[in-house]
């Protein structure tokens, strides 16, 4: 029997999403002083760019995360492999570099430098528990308590303004609501859409958090509290863009090859940032009406120069990685293996003495 095709249209949402992340990105290089315009085209295009986390946290929801050591250690090693990049950039453009760079460096998860993935590889090695608990609990008590999460990390900070997570929805506690609510989709969602609608309400939500958005900065000279990743304007988005996407079907093997690289984009963005920037520095363009313009520029040359580089390693370094990979994760597993068996046997000899 044929192996089921990958649906292109989900790989699609999956570049579309990381463009978006590194045009966000790619805005702080404006600086942090910008002209008025230039500042409600911020809060303009981040409404609409600020999807992307969200979206690949409900992906793999729908999808369903299963634990792999091997996937996890080569995952990591990609991520090592783009931070030593990232820091010799740094080295060589003359830019400080102390002890506890070096250090996150080396364990960029453990660390927190990226915390996306940080939180993706919690869930991963959760999975297995949070599947089964989305699979035993009835729909209405997964419904209960996925509304009660949303209520205190979502609805409470966008409207009250109080993060009780204080990371602005940048944590795994965040990640894991919206990865469960990816599980809920696919266990309970069978209802068939109209693609038209979906879009108009996907819309109309956007708009309205964009004239909250500019209504708040006006009044008050702040904004973001209504597209952080936190933001319940953001959730509804973020799963009406997936319901849209996921209403379409369609192969590509180009699309889904460049999709295979997103998350290497995500990682090593922030270094060839500093490289574009060296040709192209966009804070001399925070009061130009350039400004956008050469970031529609520059965003692509970013994630377009990233998935080449990242096409690159996977060719030369990708067989070793594999087998390092495989190496690591039947190492770990055997200690792992022997450190339950190590724990078991403590255990019962302290049970022993505390029943003699």
Known sequence: MAAKARNSSIELLRVLCIFGIIFMHTIAYGGNELSQTNRYLLIFANCFTNLGVTCFMLISGYFGVRFQLEKLIRLDLMVIFYTVLHLIIRIAL???????????????????????LTAYFIIAILSGYLNKAAERLSQVQLRNILWFCLFLFSIVPTFLHFDIMGSEGKNVVQ????????RYIRLYDKHVYR????????????????????????????????????SIFTIVSAILLFTVFRN????????????????????????????????????????????????????PCVVTGCIVIDLVRQK??????SKIAKKLADILGRWLASGMTLFHKIKERLLLYVER
């Open 175 to 182: 990640m894991t609501v919206i990865y469960m609510i990816g």
């Open 94 to 116: 003359g830019v400080p570099v102390g002890k506890l760079d070096l250090l996150s460096t080396i364990f960029p998860i453990l660390s927190n430098q990226y915390w996306y």
């Open 316 to 321: 030369v370094f990708g067989t070793l990685e």
């Open 195 to 230: 693609t038209g609608r979906l879009c108009a309400l996907l819309l109309g939500n956007i708009l309205l958090t964009v004239l909250l958005e500019m209504a708040l900065y006006t009044v008050t000279g702040h904004y973001s509290f209504f597209y952080r990743d936190c």
């Open 248 to 299: 379409m079907s369609f192969e590509s093997s180009f699309i889904n090859r460049i999709a295979s690289g997103v998350l290497a984009v995500y990682v090593f963005s922030f270094g060839f940032q500093r490289l574009v920037y060296l040709v192209l520095p966009l804070e001399n363009y925070a009061f130009s009406p350039l400004l956008f313009p050469l970031i529609c520029v520059f965003a």
